[in-house]
């Protein structure tokens, strides 16, 4: 059985460790404790508490076969004459994005400005990580 400790069920989830803390204590998100007194969350658990909690689709996503969409604050636009590099921050993932310069105009991306990232892709790479951080 996968366990976290607050703090690292917090960092996956993007968060702090007082907000999976108030989570618990509001028995929102199950916990256990350790032979210490530490607070544990099974690895289960947590992943049904991210899927229970995830936002509804927005009304684009039904025209969309596209369904990995990420929320997010525009850092960095940097256009030349033809094409522009569009950075997102969703949460605490950087997403970088080439697209013709006409798009970013169409849409008005600044920075400061909130876009949804919408991803779709035929490769996606997963990697499994042990359970303190190492990837296999």
């Known amino acids: 059985m996968t366990t976290f400790r607050l703090g690292e069920a917090a960092e996956l989830l993007g968060v702090s460790a007082d907000t999976v803390r108030r989570w618990v204590d509001a028995g929102k998100l199950a916990a256990l404790r350790d032979e210490h007194g530490h607070r544990l969350i099974d690895g289960?658990?947590?992943?049904?508490?991210?899927?229970?909690?995830?936002?509804?689709?927005?009304?684009?996503?039904?025209?969309?076969?596209?369904?990995?969409?990420?929320r997010g604050i525009v850092t960095a636009v940097v256009k030349d004459t033809v094409m522009a590099q569009v950075d997102?921050?969703?949460?605490?993932?950087?997403?970088?994005?080439?697209?013709?310069?006409?798009?970013?105009d169409e849409l008005?991306?600044?920075?400061?400005?909130?876009?949804?990232?919408?991803?779709?892709?035929?490769?996606?790479?997963?990697?499994?990580?042990?359970?303190?951080?190492?990837?296999?």
């Open 88 to 104: 997102i921050q969703a949460g605490p993932f950087r997403l970088v994005s080439l697209m013709s310069r006409e798009a970013v």
């Open 44 to 70: 289960a658990e947590l992943a049904a508490f991210v899927r229970a909690q995830a936002a509804e689709p927005d009304e684009r996503s039904e025209f969309s076969s596209a369904r990995n969409r990420l």
């Open 108 to 136: 008005d991306l600044q920075v400061g400005s909130v876009a949804v990232a919408v991803v779709k892709s035929t490769t996606v790479v997963v990697e499994r990580v042990t359970h303190r951080g190492r990837t296999n």
